[in-house]
């Protein structure tokens, strides 16, 4: 079958993503393969691109976003069947999705929502797997509660979706940053009840709208740059969820005072660990897919740059790298 992967190329000493012929894969008892209909991209394809090396020179296939139809089953697979049209996130430590067929575990795949296409689809499970834990599963919100939540980076994939399941599925006053009319715009029309500009000061502009802090808060971009700010504005008992890893240094003595918690979300912890509670995120995107198929929640879906090609699977990931991308950037099957 075709795939792209990422390589190491020694005449460029870089790593590039190149077409390759491989075998279709095989399938654990609990697996199913899945004819890829479309994929998004996500920051985590260019991180794991960066890790190949002239010691670690591939293939590596990425790719952790997709939908498809179900074309095979394995010996212990009991909740889906061949014909399904799913979709899922996958698992960062076995091959992506940027390939024609994927062998995924059943128990993260999901019957995609039905009133979208499989390119809207896309566009989904890894931001909605992501902000749901970050929400229910780490700030352990309660859905009836009245809290004033600031999403950090809310047009960007994660911020996108983040915003609809709080609107959707909460009580919380949502605010979230945003820079440019056009991210401001977009974020809006998801249902933030109001936009704060991450270029400038939080509790300065919270004040003009009459709010002294926020009780929780969600991080989508390097927690360094904003982590001052954050604590300034986090009220006591609050919490702050970062889904992203630093470099930078975090003061955590800035929390102390107000008893607030720091909180790491990976949303392939259950995956990698193959924890015996991974099946929640098959039940989460079965809760997203029915909001979907209600006219409750939107694919964060802007952008489709047509055929999966190493070439449009570079663009795309140069255009997250710019840090200006809006919603999710979706291609075509390979």
């Not at 809310?154 to 945003?178: D, F, Y």
């Not at 392939?268 to 006219?295: H, N, P, Y």
Request: hydrophobic share 40%; glycine share 6%; charged share 25%.
């Amino acid at each position: 079958m075709k795939a792209i992967a990422a390589v190491y190329d020694s005449k460029q000493n870089k790593p590039v993503l190149q077409e390759i012929e491989i075998e279709r894969p095989s399938l654990k008892p609990n697996d199913v393969l899945v004819e890829v209909k479309a994929v998004s991209v996500n920051p985590v394809d260019f991180k794991v691109k960066r890790s190949i090396s002239e010691k670690n020179p591939g293939p590596r296939i990425l790719g952790w976003d997709a939908s498809g139809t179900v074309v095979e089953v394995g010996s212990q697979v009991t909740s889906l069947q061949k014909g399904d049209d799913v979709y899922y996130a996958g698992d960062i430590t076995r091959p992506g999705s940027n390939a024609e067929f994927q062998a995924v575990d059943e128990w993260i795949v999901a019957k995609k929502p039905k009133s979208i296409s499989f390119e809207a689809a896309a566009s989904l499970p890894l931001t909605a797997i992501t902000a749901y834990e970050s929400i229910f599963h780490k700030l352990k919100l309660d859905k009836q509660d009245k809290k004033k939540v600031l999403i950090i980076a809310g047009a960007g994939g994660v911020g996108s979706i983040a915003v609809q399941i709080l609107k959707q599925m909460t009580n919380s006053i949502v605010l979230a940053t945003a820079s440019r009319k056009e991210s401001a715009d977009w974020v809006k029309s998801l249902g933030a009840d109001h936009i704060l500009d991450h270029k400038k000061d939080f509790l300065s502009q919270l004040k003009e709208i009459h709010e002294n802090g926020v009780h929780e808060i969600l991080v989508f971009s390097d927690p360094a740059e904003h982590f001052v700010q954050m604590a300034n504005v986090i009220l006591p008992f609050g919490n702050i969820c970062s889904i992203v890893e630093t470099d930078g240094e975090l003061n955590m003595n800035l929390l102390k005072q107000k008893s607030a918690g720091f909180l790491n979300e990976f949303m392939f912890t259950r995956s990698m660990f193959q924890t015996e509670d991974r099946v929640v995120q098959k039940k989460l995107l079965e809760e997203i897919a029915s909001l979907v198929d209600q006219g409750k929640i939107k694919s964060t879906n802007t952008s489709n740059l047509g055929k999966m090609t190493p070439e449009n699977l570079t663009k795309a990931h140069d255009l997250l790298l710019s840090g200006k991308t809006i919603g999710k950037i979706v291609l075509e099957r390979i």
